[in-house]
């Protein structure tokens, strides 16, 4: 059971940052861009830690409060959540 929550959550994560930097990518180039609401569904679904650190890493989003404020705060409710499934079925 970890390793199924453990592999969602990398999976998810390693998604997140990498929309995050297409999203920049296409911006820069003008191009179609990647809805904010699926920016933020990938978050909420459990990619919020990796969404944080595309953030940053590609200095995308840093300037918008929703952004700096819910994808923190959903990485900090999915390490709690993530942490308790382990522990109870550990």
Do not use: S
């Amino acid at each position: 059971m970890n390793q199924i929550v453990w592999a969602y959550l990398l999976l998810l994560n390693v998604l997140c940052f990498f929309l995050m930097g297409e999203d920049k990518r296409r911006a820069r180039r003008g191009k179609y861009r990647i809805a904010e609401k699926h920016l933020f569904l990938a978050a909420a679904l459990g990619g919020a830690l990796g969404g944080t650190f595309g953030m940053y890493v590609f200095h995308h989003k840093t300037r918008h409060w929703k952004f700096r404020l819910f994808f923190p705060f959903l990485a900090f409710l999915w390490a709690a959540f993530t942490l308790t499934v382990c522990y109870l079925y550990a």
